[in-house]
């Protein structure tokens, strides 16, 4: 059964922490996403990864970085949270006929 | 930028009947992607179209890339169809790769 895996499901941290979301697929996806969700703004693209260590900025990826040490997993960092990062955070991974796979997201507070 | 505009915004079915939801795509996508997000929010890819028209149970969908919009059609509808429909366009952002421009989704309740 393939699968994205998110962990943590749920997040508070306080401004000026660091953040660290993890994201993981046994498909041997190569190609994986970050993207945030907010209220009446859909879903927007921090980052790309189309495989390890080869990664894209996405239409939003101010205060945000990402790793891809292994094909199976891919990280999202926050250095510094601020509270405007707030949101439901979702990763996936596309195959090779372009359907993507979501994980089921990581709801993070920044207070 | 790329936009991709979702209509209607929000609807509302009895079950047993049917609609059409629709994406209006601002510049030439290269495919259309449908998602339902469901009621606990997770993510589940409807189709993927290049072109042409898909049908899958009582879903059915078309990309006209001529015209520049695709639709979504449920007929039959049924409670567990509840929830938010994104469509999202599939953009070249460099001669090395795309990525997709969702749209601000359909909130759609089925009721009996």
Redesign the interface.
Known sequence: DMKVTQMPRYLIKRMGENVLLECGQDMSHETM?W?RQDP??????IY?S?DVDSN?E??IPKGYRVSRKKREHFSLILDSAKTNQTS?Y?C?SRDC??????G??TRLSVL | GDQVEQSPSALSLHEGTGSALRCNFTTTMRAVQWFQQNSRGSLINLFYLASGTKENGRLKSTFNSKESYSTLHIRDAQLEDSGTYFCAAEVIASSSFSKLVFGQGTSLSVVP
């Open positions: 996403y993207y009446g703004l859909g879903l927007q693209l790309i189309y894209s996405g239409d439901v979702f996936a006929q372009n359907t993507l796979y979501f089921a997201g």
